[in-house]
């Protein structure tokens, strides 16, 4: 069936340098969405995006994230510069809707450890 | 704000027997409910999904009901197998947000079962 790929699987970086998190989504699908897990903890909304803009953002999606899908290549999440704290696991999710029936379909997740 | 409680960090149990895992939630608006599970290194998956007060919803053995009178969404399975062992979210998402991916997790329950 369709997948959501996300890449890398995992990504350490350096506290304060630039990191770029992508997500290939369904490809007919419209609505794109971040979430963020921290070990043992639940998964918690970031952002979503349509039609090239963000839609809603939590208090988590701090002013160093940024997200884009320039020319329907990858759905990208951009920190810079990371904090320790950004460490956790990042879902990308898809849907081809908003309705009940187009729940988000959600890629395996890429960890982001911040040394 | 919105929240939704899993009571259940773990749940044991030995195949063959019946199992609920307890979802109530917290919301301001009409709810969208839903189970995602997610196996070991996998994306999380959509299990079940509902919004229609007091009908069973069924998938792959697992059913759940969602009482608004209660604000519950337990899932339950009659005999649980080997394979069902993984993490179980339950997420909310409501009618007054814009989109219904922008989900609210619950903290998870990971269900092991042994032979």
């Known amino acids: 069936g369709p997948k959501v790929l996300q890449i890398p699987s995992h990504q350490i970086i350096d506290m304060g340098q630039m990191v770029t998190l992508n997500c290939d989504p369904v490809s007919n699908h419209l609505y794109f969405y971040w979430y963020k897990q921290i070990l043992g903890q639940q998964m918690e909304f970031l952002v979503n995006?349509?039609?090239?803009?963000?839609?809603?953002k939590s208090k988590l999606f701090k002013d160093q994230f940024s997200v884009e899908r320039p020319d329907g290549s990858y759905f990208t999440l951009k920190i810079q510069p990371t904090a320790l704290e950004d460490s956790a696991v990042y879902f990308c999710a898809s849907s081809l809707g908003t309705g009940l029936n187009q729940a988000p379909l959600f890629g395996e997740g890429t960890r982001l450890s911040v040394l | 704000g919105d929240s939704v409680t899993q009571t259940e960090g773990l749940v044991t149990l030995t195949k063959g027997l019946p199992v609920m895992l307890n979802c109530t939630y917290q919301t301001t608006y009409s709810p969208f409910l839903f189970w995602y599970v997610q196996h070991l290194n996998e994306a999380p998956k959509l299990l079940l999904k509902?919004?229609?007060?007091?009908k069973r919803t069924e998938h792959q053995g697992f059913y759940a009901t969602l009482h608004k009178s209660s604000s519950s969404f337990h899932l339950q399975k009659s005999s649980v197998q080997l394979s069902d062992s993984a993490l179980y979210f339950c997420a909310l998402s409501e009618l007054g947000t814009q989109v219904v991916g922008q989900l609210t997790f619950g903290s998870g329950t990971r269900l092991q079962v042994y032979a």
């Open positions: 995006f349509y039609n090239g803009k963000v839609m809603e």
């Open positions: 509902s919004s229609t007060d007091n």
